[in-house]
């Protein structure tokens, strides 16, 4: 009865802290207590980047965090923190991804006018491996990170696309820069944050990204149609 008790007091204690840090208005009014300390400020960071992905904040937000308390010099910190919270859902995707397969196989086989193997899940993911197979999967994963889709998305993309640790790791950390750059902007304006704006990301930054993310996958992208429409043909 009383571990029972402890532990009901455990869980109200867990859902009321959550409910606080869930918030980004009430993570940054702690801001300035946590950048007085630069390693307790680091762990906090490094636990958050663990944790974001389930709380759905958006990855920026640690971004402008490091520039808060680091200011320019935090860059590669806010690069490493950016690749760090893309792996949860990668990993997420990378394990899922054989079942996924393997159901839609099934209920295939079980349907007379389609061969096995070829359900929408299956049909998604063999055509993300085309584009992976022919642009790479770094100058795929970069160049989707350049575009304004959220991140959380494109792991779970690149985790079904079979996309290898090496080339994911790598291709987050180089299509994230900018957006850590453009975070960190934001971030050591200190007044700023403070107030809670983090309005200060240039639309014309963002269209100038999503440029170039559309021009490294347009190649390869049509390389990938004009094999699969000829392998159809055949």
């Known amino acids: 009865m009383n571990r029972r008790y402890v532990a009901l007091v455990g869980l109200c204690a867990a859902v009321a802290l959550a409910a606080l840090l869930v918030s980004p208005d009430a993570a940054l009014a702690t801001l300035t207590?946590?950048?007085?300390?630069?390693?307790?400020?680091?762990?906090?960071l490094l636990a958050v980047a663990v944790v974001r992905p389930f709380l759905a904040w958006p990855t920026t937000l640690v971004a402008v965090a490091v520039g808060f308390g680091y200011g320019w010099p935090g860059v590669p910190f806010g690069v490493l923190l950016l690749t760090l919270t893309a792996l949860p859902p990668y990993y997420l995707a990378r394990a899922g991804r054989a079942s996924v397969l393997d159901a839609d196989g099934e209920r295939d086989a079980d349907d007379e006018e389609a061969p096995a193997g070829t359900g929408r899940g299956a049909r998604a993911s063999a055509s993300a491996e085309r584009l992976v197979g022919v642009a790479g999967g770094t100058r795929t994963v970069a160049a989707t990170r350049l575009l304004p889709l959220p991140s959380d998305a494109i792991s779970l993309g690149a985790g079904v696309a079979n996309v290898r640790l090496r080339p994911f790791l790598a291709g987050t950390a180089l299509g994230e820069l900018p957006w850590v750059v453009a975070g960190v902007a934001v971030g050591?304006?200190?007044?700023?944050?403070?107030?809670?704006?983090?309005?200060?990301?240039?639309?014309?930054?963002?269209?100038?990204?999503a440029g170039v993310g559309i021009l490294l996958l347009a190649g390869p992208a049509y390389r990938a149609y004009r094999d699969r429409a000829g392998w159809n043909a055949a």
Do not use: H
């Not at 207590?33 to 906090?44: I, N």
């Not at 050591?188 to 100038?208: C, F, H, N």
């Open 33 to 44: 207590w946590l950048a007085a300390d630069p390693v307790r400020f680091a762990v906090v």
């Open 188 to 209: 050591v304006s200190a007044d700023r944050i403070v107030a809670g704006d983090l309005s200060g990301l240039d639309p014309t930054l963002l269209a100038g990204m």
